[in-house]
């Protein structure tokens, strides 16, 4: 027996001898305290011993005891019995879950990964999102979440075991003493947290006096407040104090100061001084840090509790038998607390810190889940304990998801058991008492500033909030007719009763009154009131819905809502009575002056009624005053839409500026209530309510009503009202605002009737409705439909969306950038409303551009009003609306205005919606003439002076905009006479063509006059034109000279040479004639010839280090070294330098980097100061693309090359007089060296005898001091981005670096062409080919103008011609079968250059003959590392190619066995000979690229045409470099020269080789279709400092693949000396700087240029709309879109990150500012 266990043999002794179940709990807590307290001594780190001994000391012998010793047995019979029909799986932060949009319940049924995989739902509609952790549970096997599959096939086959087998009574009895043990002993400890008074049931024996001052976390600091002070409090460093506050952040508490009590004191002073001192904003308050002082003792029992607590949550779920008798002691009564164990808990969550919390959490979701009995227990403590629960939240500071009531959510959203709730324990009217009492007194009944407390406010009420959340999980299952019961019903009016108490407080909050004369001084607080009633719109339609669903309670609700608002507003309404006369006839309204008197938008009560009135339909009623009380006041309609019209009428007086004075906070409350997210609560149901009254009223009472709030009486009164001569400007302005104001109104009151009740429409025809003016305005994307649909309709969530949109729109898939739009189908336009009224005044102006612009098939149509659907019995009377006799006296008034030059302007806004008006009452009247209920000629009576009125109008030009509206209105007027009398139709349309014909001419007229115009200012310019030319002819003649633009090259082939048979290097190299480039400033705009004699020209460059072109694997941990002398052939980092291609004079740069620099320091201060461009490295923006720059690429006409090649030597001839050289040279270095004595002198090289050729007096190659400098400055940049150091003019490592970025740039360049599958000609555009001519130009032209000095030459023999010839034997140079062979190739081309010692002859740098003789060694070197590295395993053995050359074949086998028989080197079985052929030939293509191009960059002679992986690329290319197919030539083992070079790179003496075959190059990491295969792979992911924990923010780095912490102080590193996020110190490590990462849980791209650089970027996931969903709001499946990941590759593998990070925080500075790169 384990000696662990010697304790649990003790415990089962004392339980033989009949002790009592609370003596064995304080026997057990005992053991604790006292083992405990044993081994904390002997263990240094309180970690350490929690990890290396909680098993094995406290939780094996609490199993032991269990089991009575048998363990094994125990497990066994408990996995029998653990089998659930219900998955519960508690979900862990991050880990991804999904809810099928066609059969969940509602948005919170959710499924695991695996469920959701194995369940039919996968085939379905569903979203995808990540858990937040501590509170969800995946819902399979849950049969009231699901319409249908309600499990999935693992669950499906587990049968619920209604016959539960309970546990043998011993094990009961036993469990029952260990959880009773652990409970009182994890409650006892972690709920103190005192210094004295240690609780003596636990604590016997003396505690030492060490004390640890805590501190704990909260949501009120930030990282830096809490990293600051902590720095002061205990003298650490900052990385230290930043470590301290990842772990009280990932845990909620850490220790910072252990010692004595005076230690610990002295830091809890400090914290708290420097908290007292630092401002705070109001939502967080001015609390300092809290900072507690524990007994080290009671700080270690608490975190030994919490592992307790942890390892009885894992043993409860093991199976269900276990947990129904957990659940029963914790929920039942004890001995040692007045309340149940879980109770004592839900009183005290909020004195637990973070990681406590979450372990009594997962413990009480563990025992809901367990079964349907202890979950209504569970709810039943939550609910007797809301409103205490609530208030401990209102005043906690930690987040929702970290305390008790985020479990509601597993309450309330179970249906059968929140009607339980409601019925039984009265949980929706707690709920809602309990929010009531909250913020009742926060409310204003009057607008006023508050000062500072509104964000306390604010912030109180963010957590308030929370409660209606629960009230709307409980009333998001609508019963129907059959399931509600008379216990159900009593129980909601109890809850409605609650309902209507709040909306009653809230009816007319934060009232305002109207300012005049001056602007007011300070503006009230309105964000609370409108907060409010925001979260007030949660519930609304909910509540609605269930007032809906019975006739019973809707007549019910109706009553006492009625009552209730009679009662609390209009209890006194008759004093509020005043008579109306108009026209004789007397109307009694109520007088309340809303410019004068309070008003408020905020009428909740008001709007529950419109709702509840308007559903009469449903149940068949023949009038809304069916739902009326019969003992009603007659002026009762009047009553009820009183607070709707003056909403509406303030909304209007604002529109109208009348509340100009007032300020902003009026203009953003109406915004919130006709735009925002009230608009569907708050201005659709004033509307309604409208609707509703003009539907009960006499249609002319219902627009006197209206005139009368509105102040318009007197507008239309009979004598006209007054003139425009009698009022000023601003009164007619605002009469005039107030009446177009009126006019749409009643549009909208008469028109917009897609509403359920008021109209024949279903939720479809309202959600189609809406979506078909949304799109009318402009194309939208699918995110942007359902957000507007989310703010405008309560019942959008009923819809599909999609099929709307699949029926009355196109889709347009979307490019590389921006998101696939809907585009409305054509055929949908005619039911355009140009006064839809859920438009802003920026849509209706957008919609009426739109509408000019839209050509349809018969532009000759009329525009006609939509045709509107047909109005439901109750609602049937609203049309009347339209005849009324005050409306057509105003309609009259407005037209006999318009006819008024006098009046036009001040009527024109009035015409078209008064014309509308008119079209909307013929449309009626038509479909009343079809059913046959109207007598049409006296309905016509009323239309007569109108309708002369309109054809006076026909005929003005300034209602041409209306022209087919008018035309058409005439036309059906005409119609309608001509059914009354019976005449022919043929008159009207005539004289309907002559009102059009009018129009028509006028518009011909206007368009020749503007042709005329046209041709008379043409033909002025051509007279100009012709003048020039004659008086600039001479100028002009000595201007006729080939442009350059960026699509001609510099040079052209001459002779009829074919482009199979052109060569770049070598004694056969192809003739070509120089041409006249011309390149154009971007500054100045002058174009510049490229000349030596001319002003110098450069080109914008950006030097720094990349990765792109690396060969590692990039899973293995390297650390990046650049050394500018030495590549390896797996280039794991080198220098790039490229250009955007555009070009300034020198001095014009200079010039503009100056200003840039005057800029920046005037600007240092500023946001925008130097987040993007640090001028102090060089750094600069592009003046015209806004690409980053540090340096200027001098540009440099074509370079001269010796053409006469007479006596050439041969290949191995000038390989013995090279080794001759080189040895003769380091005998003389070593000589001086030995000897100290004075430099040698210094002989230039000259191995094919240039130095006697006629023709170098012609090379020379004299630059100008502009061109020198400019040079120089620009290898000082180079070698500054490179190396990271210092500016230093002296040293050799300038000319290794320039050298090391041309052949790295251009390795790139080829790079990016074979991952985009394309040639040199088709893949490269010619201003990067310019770019890296410039560049290549510009290092030759750098050795030429600097004379070889003699430490550059001592290290040109011992290093690069001395390793590349294996000359000597030392062992601190690098073998030469590890360098890159192209890399060598350009180093050995300009180190030949620089021995010639010949400053001002470039030619020695474009010899061709001796560049040839580089290739062929490189070419060589190529060939022996592929065969040294090649294995028989990765060969293809099984197609012979007939096309390959058996000479070639056969020699590749004896070179093989040449190589591989060597006493060095393993002997290896050699391969097939053609598939050896085929490997070589294609791992040697790459390195023929690159030496393709760089020859092309040099000579300007064009590469052979071919296609990519075109089988005859390889012999192409062998001759576009002179070598020879048969390679026999090259690897000649005859040549004793050639031969002896292999041997001397294979010799024995030197160390062992470390050759491999190497990677790809660096694209980026292959990723997953699915981006929920994606997510699921991170789910475990846990940083660096988490110890155990998972982190919550993991990032791909899509480089290399490694996923790190994307939180910003959690896993922090150093870069040098400064402290870094991981992100910024793995982009560091992993690609020089570079990086692009992938924030998994959001979906969010990050690019990385530098430390303190980056941006965000669009994500290659789409979903099936085309758009991306960052931060996974939506939660649509998302896909890998290839287009655009193939663009995120080529920003990287073409060096574009750099500047789509500058540009990106240049256009977002004032963003960018706020986000710090460098601890990201």
Aim: with cysteine.
């Amino acid at each position: 027996m384990d000696s662990s266990n010697f304790a649990a043999e003790m415990w089962l002794k004392e339980l033989d001898r009949n002790h009592s179940e609370g003596h064995m709990c304080d026997i057990i807590i005992s053991y604790f305290e006292s083992l405990h307290t044993l081994i904390a001594k002997k263990t240094p780190t309180l970690q350490s011993m929690l990890n290396d001994n909680i098993t094995k000391y406290f939780i094996n012998p609490l199993h032991y005891f269990i089991a009575n010793g048998q363990i094994k047995e125990l497990q066994e019979n408990l996995k029998r019995r653990n089998k659930s029909a219900v998955c519960g799986k508690v979900f862990n932060p991050g880990e991804p879950i999904y809810t099928c949009r066609d059969c969940a319940i509602d948005p919170t049924c959710v499924l695991c990964n695996e469920c959701f995989h194995k369940s039919i739902h996968k085939d379905h509609r569903y979203r995808m999102h990540t858990s937040s952790g501590g509170s969800g549970c995946c819902d399979c096997g849950d049969e009231e979440a699901w319409k249908s599959g309600y499990a999935c096939d693992i669950h499906s086959a587990i049968k619920a075991d209604t016959t539960q087998m309970p546990l043998p009574y011993d094990v009961q009895r036993r469990s029952s003493i260990v959880f009773a043990a652990v409970l009182k002993y994890a409650i006892t400890v972690l709920l103190y947290d005192g210094i004295e008074d240690m609780p003596t049931d636990i604590f016997q024996t003396p505690l030492p006096p060490s004390y640890v001052a805590t501190l704990y976390n909260d949501e009120v600091h930030t990282y830096q407040e809490v990293i600051r002070q902590l720095q002061s409090a205990i003298n650490c460093s900052e990385l230290e104090a930043s470590q301290i506050a990842g772990i009280v952040d990932r845990t909620g508490r850490a220790r910072i100061e252990v010692g004595d009590m005076d230690k610990c004191y002295r830091a809890q002073r400090i914290i708290q001084k420097r908290g007292s001192e630092v401002p705070h904003i109001p939502i967080r308050g001015a609390k300092p840090l809290t900072i507690k002082i524990l007994h080290t003792t009671l700080f270690e029992h608490q975190e030994l509790a919490i592992k307790l607590l942890q390892w009885l949550n894992t043993f409860i779920s093991s199976a269900n038998a276990v947990n129904l008798l957990f659940g029963e002691i914790a929920m039942g009564s004890n001995i040692h607390f007045e309340t149940s164990y879980l109770e004592t808990l839900l009183h005290s969550d909020t004195q637990l810190w973070k990681d406590a919390r979450m372990a009594w959490h997962q413990l009480c979701m563990t025992c809901m889940l367990g079964s349907y009995e202890l979950k209504q227990k569970f709810s039943i403590l939550y609910v007797k304990h809301y409103a205490k629960i609530q208030q401990d939240f209102m005043k906690d500071d930690h987040l929702h998801s970290v305390s008790i009531t985020s479990t509601s959510v597993q309450l309330f959203t179970c249906n059968s058991l929140s009607r339980y709730l409601m019925i039984e324990h009265n949980c929706l009217a707690e709920i809602l008492s309990t929010f009531f009492n909250a913020i009742k007194d926060n409310i204003n009944p009057i607008a006023a500033r508050d000062g500072r407390t509104v964000q306390l406010r604010l912030h109180d009420l963010s957590r308030m909030e929370y409660m209606l959340i629960d009230v709307r999980y409980i009333l998001s299952q609508v019963p129907d007719a059959s399931t509600w019961s008379y216990d159900l019903k009593k129980a909601f009016l109890r809850g409605f009763d609650q309902y209507l108490s709040l909306l009653s407080k809230l009816e007319g909050m934060d009232a305002t009154k109207r300012v005049t004369g001056r602007h007011i001084e300070y503006e009230p607080n309105w964000e609370y009131s409108v907060r409010i009633y925001i979260s007030l719109c949660t519930i609304a339609p909910l509540m609605l819905q269930w007032c809906t669903s019975s006739p019973e309670i809707l007549k019910e609700t109706t009553k006492r809502t009625i009552n209730v608002l009679c009662k609390s507003c209009y209890s006194d309404f008759k004093s509020l009575l005043s008579l109306v006369v108009v026209d004789g006839i007397d109307y009694e309204t109520i007088d309340y002056d809303i410019s004068s008197k309070l008003v408020s938008l905020i009428y909740p009560l008001s709007r529950l009624l419109a709702g509840l009135m308007s559903s009469g339909s449903r149940y068949n009623h023949e009038s809304i005053s069916e739902l009326l009380p019969n003992d009603r006041e007659t002026l009762l309609p009047i009553l009820l839409m009183e607070h709707s019209a003056r909403a509406l009428v303030f909304a209007s007086q604002v529109t109208a500026s009348m509340w100009k004075f007032n300020g902003f906070y009026i203009v953003n409350q109406v915004h919130y209530y006709k735009i925002g997210r009230c608009r569907s609560q708050a201005y659709d149901k004033d509307i309604l309510m409208l609707q509703v009254v003009g539907s009960i009223l006499d249609a002319d009472y219902f627009v006197a009503s209206l005139l009368q709030k509105f102040g318009l009486l007197d507008w239309v009164d009979s004598q006209g009202g007054p003139r425009v001569d009698n009022l000023n400007e601003d009164t007619w302005s605002i009469r005039s605002s107030l009446a177009r104001e009126l006019l749409l109104l009643l549009i909208a009151i008469v028109g917009e009737r897609y509403h359920k009740g008021v109209a024949d429409v279903t939720s479809t025809d309202n959600v189609k409705h809406e979506i078909l003016h949304y799109l009318y305005v402009s194309p939208k994307a699918h995110s942007e439909i359902t957000k507007f649909l989310s703010t405008s309709q309560e019942d959008a969530a009923e819809v599909d969306i999609d099929n709307v949109l699949s029926t009355i729109a196109n889709y347009k898939k979307p490019g590389l950038t921006g998101r696939g739009v809907y585009e409305l189908k054509p055929e949908y336009y005619e039911q355009y409303n140009p006064f839809f009224y859920h438009y802003s005044a920026s849509d209706h102006s957008k919609a009426e551009e739109r509408h000019k612009k839209l050509k349809t098939e018969n532009e000759n149509r009329y525009q006609s009003p939509p045709s509107l659907p047909k109005l439901t019995k109750p609602f049937s009377s609203l049309k009347r609306i339209l005849q009324s006799s005050l409306l057509h006296k105003m309609q009259l008034m407005i037209l006999t205005r318009c006819c008024e030059e006098s009046q036009k302007n001040w009527i024109d806004p009035l015409l078209h919606p008064t014309l509308y008006l008119i079209g909307m009452a013929f449309g009626e009247i038509e479909n009343a003439y079809r059913e046959g209920w109207i007598d049409l000629q006296s309905e016509l009576k009323d239309y007569v002076e109108i309708m002369s009125k309109i054809e006076i109008l026909q005929n003005e030009a300034a209602a041409s905009d209306f022209s087919k509206l008018i035309n058409w209105i005439i036309s059906t007027h005409r119609k309608f006479v001509s059914f009354t009398t019976g005449s022919d139709s043929v008159t009207n349309a005539a004289c309907e063509a002559t009102g059009k014909n009018r129009f028509e001419e006028a518009k011909k007229a206007r368009a020749r006059l503007a042709a005329q115009q046209r041709e008379k200012i043409m033909a002025q310019m051509s007279a100009m034109q012709k003048n020039f030319l004659q008086q600039n002819a001479s100028i002009l003649e000595t201007m006729q000279i080939d442009p350059i633009s960026d699509s001609e090259p510099s040079k052209t082939l001459t002779g009829s040479e074919k482009i199979n048979k052109i060569v770049a290097v070598g004694p056969s190299r192809s003739s070509c004639q120089s041409t006249t480039e011309r390149v154009s400033c971007i500054l100045c705009q002058e174009d510049e010839q490229v000349k030596l004699t001319n002003r110098a020209m450069v080109l914008t460059g950006l030097s720094h280090r990349s990765v792109t072109v690396s060969r590692l694997d990039r899973k293995i941990d390297t650390k990046l070294e650049f050394d500018p002398l030495w590549s390896d052939n797996a280039i794991p980092i080198g220098v790039h330098t490229g250009s955007c291609g555009h070009a300034m004079h020198s001095s014009c740069w200079q010039s503009y980097f100056v200003a840039t620099v005057e800029r920046q320091q005037v600007r240092r201060f500023s946001v925008r100061g130097s987040i993007s461009i640090d001028v102090t490295k060089g750094e600069y923006l592009c003046p015209l693309c806004e690409g980053l720059c540090n340096g200027a690429i001098p540009v440099l006409p074509p370079l001269p090359y010796f053409t006469k090649n007479e006596n050439v030597i041969s290949y191995s001839k000038w390989l013995l007089r090279l080794r001759v050289h080189i040895e003769n040279e380091l005998v003389l270095i070593s000589k001086y060296t030995a000897a100290n004595n004075d430099k040698p002198p210094i002989i230039p090289l000259d191995l094919l005898n240039r130095k006697a050729s006629t023709e170098l007096d012609q090379l020379s190659y004299k630059l100008p001091d502009a061109m020198v400098e400019a040079i120089t400055a620009f290898s000082q940049s180079v070698y500054i981005s490179g190396l990271l150091v210092k500016p230093d003019a002296e040293d050799e490592r300038i000319l290794y670096t320039l050298w090391s970025t041309c052949a790295y740039s251009i390795d790139a360049a080829v790079n990016y062409l074979s991952f985009r599958s394309k040639s040199i000609e088709e893949g490269l555009t010619p201003r990067q080919i310019s770019s890296m001519s410039a560049l290549l130009r510009a290092t030759i032209a750098y050795s030429s103008v600097n004379p070889i000095k003699y430490k550059v030459w001592k290290s040109l023999h011992l290093k690069i011609l001395n390793v590349a010839f294996a000359c000597s034997d030392d062992k601190f140079m690098p073998s030469v079968l590890t360098l890159d062979p192209f890399h060598l190739l350009v180093k050995l081309c300009f180190t030949f250059q620089m021995l010639s010692d010949s400053p001002g002859i470039v030619a020695f740098g474009t010899d061709p003959v001796m560049h040839h003789y580089c290739l062929k060694t490189a070419i060589l070197l190529k060939i022996t590392q592929i065969l040294l590295t090649l294995s028989t395993n990765n060969m293809d053995d099984s197609l012979e190619d007939r096309e390959d050359a058996d000479d070639n074949a056969t020699l590749l086998v004896e070179y093989w066995k040449f190589l591989h028989t060597k006493k060095e080197l393993v002997t290896l079985p050699h391969p097939s000979p053609t598939a050896l052929y085929r490997k070589v030939r294609k791992l040697c293509l790459p390195f023929l690229r690159t030496a393709s191009l760089f020859f092309h960059l040099l000579t300007s002679i064009p590469v052979p045409e071919y296609n990519f992986d075109d089988p005859l690329e390889f012999s192409h290319l062998l001759r576009y470099l002179d070598l020879p197919v048969k390679l026999s030539a090259i690897v000649d083992l005859s040549n004793q020269e050639i031969s002896g070079l292999i041997r001397s790179w294979c010799k024995l003496e030197r160390p062992t080789i470390p050759i491999r075959e190497l990677s790809q190059s660096c694209s980026l990491v292959n990723l997953p279709r699915n981006y929920g295969t994606l997510v699921c792979g991170t789910v475990n992911f846990s940083c660096n400092n988490a110890k155990g924990s998972l982190s919550s923010s993991p990032a791909m780095c899509l480089i290399c693949g490694k996923l790190v912490c994307a939180q910003n102080y959690c896993c922090q590193g150093t870069i040098g000396s400064d402290k870094v996020g991981s992100i910024t110190s793995h982009v560091h490590k992993c690609s020089a700087g570079v990086g692009i990462l992938l924030i998994v849980r959001e979906c969010r791209i990050i690019l990385r240029f530098g430390q303190n650089r980056g941006c965000f970027y669009s994500p290659p996931y789409l979903d099936e709309h085309g758009e991306t969903d960052e931060g996974l709001r939506r939660g649509n499946p998302l896909y890998l879109d290839d287009e655009r990941y193939n663009k995120l590759q080529n920003m990287w593998l073409f060096h574009e990150v750099s500047g789509e990070v500058v540009r990106s925080m240049e256009h977002n500075s004032r963003h960018a500012a706020y986000i710090d790169w460098n601890n990201m």
